[in-house]
């Protein structure tokens, strides 16, 4: 293709491996870097493109690294540092983080881009595995307008809905209200999936009816067929999810916001992650209404 990129992927989990495949199918040249180095092999076996040992190997001549690891201090070891992907960028290359993280690191980050003549862009994703999968995934982008112009184009290649919310941190701020508003949808249904079963009615025929309605929901859509058999050995997992609260609240204690539900909801699950759900979808908190 006439306007192929040298683009670099970070991190080939569950959400990593299928957006940089996406680029790779655009016809970007692609390099990869994933900590367990059978991944990045697999990878390339599957896409072609070039695997490399460090972060700063594979961001070397790439006009975009993108990244989606675990949490801040994954963040901060694949991009600071002699081996950090920072290391290996040129000047005015951008850096791309899907990574569900601190507005502090991405803050953080985005000044020590600035002092090495790069770009750092906040841009934490929601849709889950099946949204990467597709390629239809809501990004959400915080950082310098004049950065997320350039990469907005090709974030669309597996992103569907691809929104700049405002300055370095905003795009995490955002995924944080997107997982308070989870919190409560998932417990909300939750419950009224349990009583429609004690009240004894037909819990299928209950969710197809208000579902027409404005108790709608893509939690609806989507999970509750699961929730009623009892399957969540699937999708995304309590461990993350409590990952994304924890940050959540620490967010909250530092600008003064009021989350009383999300802080109810992140100890159920704590009580799912202690009876060893912790791999579970975050739609078996209806599983402690079932006791």
């Keep these: 293709m006439a306007d192929a990129l040298d683009l670099a992927f970070i991190g080939l989990g569950v959400m990593g491996a299928p957006m940089a495949g996406h680029l790779a199918k655009a016809g970007h040249r692609v390099t990869v870097y994933n900590r367990t180095a059978s991944r990045s092999e697999a990878w390339v076996a599957t896409y072609g493109g070039v695997a490399k040992s460090t972060p700063r190997e594979a961001a070397l001549n790439a006009d975009i690294v993108f990244a989606c ?3 801040d201090e994954d963040l901060r070891q694949v991009t600071t540092g002699v081996d950090g992907a920072f ?3 040129d000047l005015g290359a951008i850096f791309v983080d899907h990574t569900t993280a601190s507005a502090q ?4 980050l985005a000044a020590e881009a600035t ?3 790069i770009a750092f862009l906040d841009a934490p994703i929601s849709g889950g595995q099946a949204g990467a999968e597709k390629g239809i995934l809501t990004v959400m982008v915080g950082g310098d307008e004049a950065a997320f112009a350039r990469v907005e184009p090709v974030i669309h290649h597996f992103g569907r809905a691809v929104t700049l919310m405002g300055p370095s941190g905003a795009g995490q701020l ?3 209200v997107n997982q308070i508003c ?3 949808l998932v417990q909300a249904l939750s419950e009224g999936i349990a009583f429609a079963e004690h009240a004894g009615l037909d819990a299928p025929k209950v969710i197809e009816v208000i579902s027409k309605g404005a108790a709608q929901s893509w939690q609806m859509e989507n999970r ?3 929730m009623i058999e009892n399957r969540f050995d699937f999708g995304f997992a309590v461990d993350w999810m409590r990952k994304d609260m924890a940050i959540v609240l620490d967010e909250a204690r530092r600008n003064g916001a009021r989350v009383p539900v999300a802080a109810l909801v992140d100890q159920f699950y704590a009580t ?4 060893g759900g912790n791999r579970w979808d975050t739609s078996s908190l209806v599983t402690l209404l079932r006791d």
Excluded: D, F, L, Y
């Excluded at 799912?272 to 009876?275: E, K, P, S, T, V």
């Design 69 to 71: 690891v675990g949490n």
């Design 87 to 89: 290391a290996g960028m």
């Design 105 to 108: 690191v991405a803050r953080e």
């Design 115 to 117: 002092t090495r003549g």
């Design 174 to 176: 955002t995924k944080m």
């Design 182 to 184: 989870i919190a409560g």
């Design 224 to 226: 509750s067929p699961t």
């Design 272 to 275: 799912i992650q202690a009876r």
